[in-house]
């Protein structure tokens, strides 16, 4: 049964009636998108329906070949308006920081939101972030002023000592 089958499946026995469609991310990974007269109840609070069903449908596939690729479930380009409201947001609070110079914690994130804001700022040359390693029961990211670049001090020409 292919990953888009299955999702039928699994949303037709939860009693959704659904169209996907098959498409791949920027990652490479799979991607299922779902247009259904029900989106909201579908995505559900802060989009909690659709990363549960996401979590479902992978351990399904996962369970059948271990090396199975991640598949991507969204619904009427729920995620993909959620990354960009996330990184507008970000990005005013990166404002903040560029003219104070003082950093700024963000809130909680999960390990999703926290990747996107990372790959947002990852070319910034005035705006970092950091966040501590996953196993740290904090979640959070702060964004740091970069120290400017220094460029290398130039070269003198070398003065010449020859005696005439």
């Known amino acids: 049964m292919t990953p888009k089958e299955l999702l039928d499946t ?25 247009y259904t007269e029900e ?5 559900g609070r802060e989009g909690e329906t659709l990363e549960a069903i996401q979590f479902l449908l992978n351990r399904l596939l996962q369970s059948k070949d271990k090396d199975a690729p991640k598949v991507i ?5 729920y ?7 996330i990184v507008q947001r970000v990005r005013e609070l990166a404002e903040r ?11 909680p994130m999960n390990s999703y939101e926290r990747r996107i804001v990372h790959n947002a700022f990852k070319d910034d040359p005035e705006v970092g972030t950091w966040s501590p390693s996953d196993s740290a029961r904090i979640k959070q990211i702060t964004l740091l002023k970069r120290p400017p670049k220094r460029d290398p001090e130039p ?5 010449s000592t020859s005696s005439q």
């Open 10 to 34: 699994i949303l037709g026995y939860l009693g959704f009636v659904v169209q996907i469609e098959e498409t791949q991310s920027e990652g490479g990974n799979p991607t299922l998108q779902i």
């Open 39 to 43: 989106s909201t109840r579908l995505i």
């Open 73 to 77: 479930v969204d619904c009427e380009m």
């Open 79 to 85: 995620r993909s308006m959620r990354e960009d409201r």
């Open 97 to 107: 920081v560029r003219i104070s110079g003082r950093s700024l914690q963000l809130e």
């Open 155 to 159: 070269q003198r020409p070398q003065e």
